[in-house]
């Protein structure tokens, strides 16, 4: 801890610089209350890690609170399993809200209130226009609006309809109760926009207590102030309809004056954000589920074997800015590999096994060689791999007519079995299709432990296991969801961008027998194939099942060095 103010301190981001103002003015006390209020109405994303970090990260550095407030505001999206899926993920991102999660419905009582108040100051009238005659009144960018004819309505006959409306006595889509603002205002928020319209529908935290719903622009400044929350911190798209979140903090009577604040949205490339299209994939089955490793989804990243300090380091490094910009998806990728790099402990296992007979070798005997689990940390210790007569190598390490400067083995070449011996290829075994199916070497008993005493070089190093000790696995690699880098844009169906390599689910592949065990979820980088984790889902002691979280090679670390992104 420090003892400087955090007023003192150099703002990160232009949202600091103006709660930095506001300490400084002697505004809200001195308090930094922020808020996330997702909808539940579908899995978070990792565009909401971002605003989760910066609205949690944001108080935490002031020493202030955070809320998780569900935007419970539409009952028929909504969802329970929702609600439980975000609480989760926020929790395991690392961020523990202030108090109780808090819902907007459990303040549908006092909103309510809030529109009588409008309604008896002559701020607020019920109308009855359809939807397209409301659309035609409200006129666009270039032509003004007309007031409804229902605008001059008296406030006991307002009152009386809308209290009617919440009994329950009109059907939906009848009428609506409306901001009495102003018809001709060039921000067309502001042309009377609905407050509350008739829904009757079951809402999964009050049941059948209401049957009109307040719209999000109205309950989310009350919700706010309601809470004592200071900076109100939400995505760009929200910037035109600060006016109206103004009037109503300013028109109503409120314990505090939260203040909106706007910031660019997270957009990645090849990647879909958008919870409506998310759910898509999961109701027509293009994705397993929500938490399919290749969804965007935090649950979904969680499972294919991200961490928490990965998604949060990505959050710190993409920054906060007032412009919409597409960030390369190969940064979220740099940050999970720098993250694993350090802490994955390693392991060798073989995706698609070539079978490979030591013939000098004697029928029944084991060495058991020395592995460090990781090359630069020594507390993460060694282990102990066996070593037998049949080995398996990768098939793509083997060639029979191999290309110049090929390392790896060939008939006659000689290669390093990791972490064991040197081995060389004296023949090898073909099918009928003529494809080799087996390769016969010796190996040179001297090179115990990997390099021969008379020191001659051997350029390639090769990962392999023992196949009388390796385990099958199943083995999960993915490549992205889409082929374009924005799938969501133009004018194709986005679903038609879907790749349809994206997974590629190998059934012979072979692990070391430390791996065996591994629990669910737990990480491992597997040499020189990437980093892979335990499927929390499908993987059981016995019948291991691997997701691939990211290959070993990136174009990102030298340019993220050199201080690029
Ligand atoms: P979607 O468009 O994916 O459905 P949303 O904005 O409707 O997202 P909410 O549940 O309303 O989803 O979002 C909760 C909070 O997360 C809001 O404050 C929203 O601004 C923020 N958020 C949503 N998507 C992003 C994103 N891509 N980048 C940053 N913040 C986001
Ligand atoms: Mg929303």
Same mark, same amino acid.
């Given at each position: 801890m420090t003892?400087?103010?955090?007023e003192?301190?150099?703002?990160?981001?232009f949202?600091e610089?103006?709660?930095?103002?506001?300490?400084?003015a002697?505004?809200n006390g001195?308090?930094v209350?922020?808020r996330?209020?997702?909808?539940?109405?579908?899995?978070?994303h990792? %565009?909401?890690?971002?605003?989760i970090c910066l609205?949690f990260?944001?108080?935490a550095?002031?020493g202030?609170?955070c809320?998780?407030?569900?935007?419970?505001?539409?009952?028929?999206?909504?969802?329970?399993e929702y609600?439980?899926?975000i609480a989760?993920d926020?929790?395991?991102l690392?961020?523990?809200w202030?108090g109780?999660?808090? *819902?907007?419905?459990?303040y549908?009582q006092?909103?309510y209130e809030?529109?009588e108040?409008?309604?008896?100051?002559?701020?607020?009238?019920?109308c009855d226009?359809t939807?397209?005659?409301?659309s035609?009144y @409200?006129g666009?960018f *270039?032509?003004? %609006?007309?007031? $409804?004819?229902f605008r001059?309505?008296?406030?006991?006959?307002?009152?009386?309809?809308f209290r009617?409306?919440?009994?329950g006595?009109?059907a939906?889509?009848?009428r609506?109760?409306?901001?009495?603002?102003d018809?001709?205002h060039?921000?067309?928020n502001?042309?009377d926009?609905?407050?509350?319209?008739?829904?009757?529908a079951?809402? !999964?935290r009050?049941g059948?207590?209401?049957?009109?719903y307040?719209?999000?622009?109205y309950?989310?400044p009350?919700s706010?102030a309601?809470?004592?929350i200071t900076?109100s911190?939400c995505?760009?798209e929200?910037e035109?309809?600060?006016p109206?979140y103004d009037?109503?903090?300013?028109?109503?009577p409120?314990?505090y004056?939260?203040?909106q604040i706007?910031?660019?949205r997270?957009n990645l490339?090849?990647t879909?954000m $958008?919870?409506?299209r998310?759910?898509q994939?999961v109701?027509e089955?293009?994705v397993?589920?929500?938490n399919d490793?290749?969804?965007?989804t935090?649950?979904g990243?969680r499972?294919r074997?991200?961490t928490?300090e990965?998604?949060r380091?990505?959050a710190?490094r993409?920054?906060?800015?007032k412009?919409?910009?597409?960030v390369?998806v190969?940064?979220?990728?740099?940050?999970i590999r720098?993250d694993?790099?350090?802490r994955?402990p390693r392991a060798l296992?073989?995706?698609?096994?070539?079978?490979?007979a030591?013939?000098?070798y004697?029928e029944g005997q084991?060495?058991w060689?020395?592995a460090?689990? !990781?090359p630069?940390?020594?507390?993460?210790g060694?282990?102990k791999?066996?070593f037998?007569k049949?080995v398996y190598?990768?098939q793509?390490?083997f060639?029979e007519?191999?290309?110049?400067k090929?390392? @790896?083995l060939?008939p006659?070449?000689?290669?390093?079995?990791?972490?064991?011996c040197?081995?060389?290829?004296?023949?090898?075994?073909k099918?009928?299709?003529?494809e080799?199916v087996e390769l016969?070497?010796?190996?040179?008993?001297? $090179?115990r %432990?990997?390099d021969?005493?008379?020191?001659r070089?051997?350029k390639?190093t090769s !990962?392999?296991v023992?196949?009388a000790h390796?385990?099958?696995?199943?083995?999960?690699? *993915?490549?992205r969801?889409f082929?374009?880098?924005?799938p969501? %844009?133009g004018d194709k169906d986005f679903?038609?961008t879907?790749n349809?390599? $994206?997974?590629?689910t190998?059934?012979?592949?072979?692990i070391e027998?430390s791996?065996?065990?591994?629990?669910?979820?737990?990480?491992?980088?597997f040499?020189?194939l990437?980093?892979f984790?335990a499927?929390?889902?499908?993987?059981?002691?016995?019948?291991p099942?691997?997701?691939r979280?990211v290959q070993?090679k990136?174009g990102w670390?030298?340019?993220?060095k050199a201080?690029?992104?």
């Amino acid at each position: 801890m420090t003892d400087e103010k955090p007023e003192s301190r150099p703002a990160a981001n232009f949202i600091e610089d103006i709660i930095n103002a506001d300490l400084a003015a002697g505004k809200n006390g001195g308090r930094v209350h922020t808020r996330f209020p997702p909808e539940p109405n579908g899995y978070l994303h990792i %565009g909401h890690a971002k605003s989760i970090c910066l609205n949690f990260g944001t108080a935490a550095k002031y020493g202030g609170k955070c809320n998780l407030r569900f935007d419970d505001t539409n009952p028929t999206a909504e969802d329970v399993e929702y609600v439980d899926s975000i609480a989760e993920d926020v929790r395991w991102l690392g961020f523990q809200w202030h108090g109780e999660a808090l *819902y907007a419905s459990d303040y549908f009582q006092k909103i309510y209130e809030c529109a009588e108040h409008l309604v008896r100051e002559g701020k607020a009238y019920v109308c009855d226009l359809t939807a397209e005659q409301t659309s035609e009144y @409200r006129g666009n960018f *270039y032509k003004s %609006g007309k007031d $409804s004819p229902f605008r001059s309505r008296t406030v006991e006959e307002n009152l009386d309809l809308f209290r009617r409306m919440r009994a329950g006595e009109f059907a939906d889509g009848s009428r609506v109760l409306r901001a009495k603002i102003d018809m001709q205002h060039p921000n067309l928020n502001m042309r009377d926009p609905p407050l509350y319209r008739i829904k009757k529908a079951h809402h !999964h935290r009050t049941g059948d207590a209401w049957c009109i719903y307040p719209m999000y622009d109205y309950a989310h400044p009350i919700s706010d102030a309601l809470e004592g929350i200071t900076h109100s911190i939400c995505t760009l798209e929200f910037e035109d309809h600060r006016p109206l979140y103004d009037w109503c903090i300013q028109n109503l009577p409120l314990p505090y004056q939260p203040r909106q604040i706007e910031f660019a949205r997270l957009n990645l490339t090849y990647t879909l954000m $958008s919870k409506r299209r998310l759910l898509q994939l999961v109701n027509e089955k293009l994705v397993s589920s929500w938490n399919d490793p290749r969804m965007p989804t935090l649950s979904g990243l969680r499972r294919r074997g991200y961490t928490p300090e990965a998604i949060r380091a990505f959050a710190e490094r993409v920054g906060v800015a007032k412009n919409d910009s597409t960030v390369d998806v190969g940064l979220l990728e740099f940050a999970i590999r720098e993250d694993l790099e350090k802490r994955a402990p390693r392991a060798l296992a073989v995706l698609r096994p070539l079978k490979v007979a030591i013939d000098n070798y004697p029928e029944g005997q084991v060495d058991w060689f020395e592995a460090p689990n !990781h090359p630069d940390d020594p507390s993460l210790g060694t282990r102990k791999i066996p070593f037998s007569k049949v080995v398996y190598i990768e098939q793509d390490d083997f060639m029979e007519n191999p290309p110049k400067k090929w390392f @790896r083995l060939s008939p006659g070449a000689e290669i390093r079995l990791r972490y064991a011996c040197l081995i060389r290829c004296t023949d090898i075994v073909k099918n009928d299709k003529g494809e080799v199916v087996e390769l016969h070497c010796t190996w040179d008993p001297a $090179s115990r %432990g990997g390099d021969a005493p008379d020191g001659r070089r051997v350029k390639g190093t090769s !990962h392999w296991v023992s196949a009388a000790h390796a385990v099958k696995a199943t083995v999960r690699l *993915y490549d992205r969801l889409f082929t374009v880098e924005n799938p969501g %844009g133009g004018d194709k169906d986005f679903r038609s961008t879907l790749n349809p390599a $994206s997974l590629e689910t190998l059934t012979d592949a072979r692990i070391e027998p430390s791996l065996a065990e591994a629990a669910p979820g737990a990480r491992f980088q597997f040499e020189r194939l990437g980093y892979f984790c335990a499927d929390a889902v499908d993987s059981k002691p016995g019948t291991p099942a691997f997701n691939r979280t990211v290959q070993l090679k990136d174009g990102w670390s030298k340019l993220v060095k050199a201080g690029k992104p």
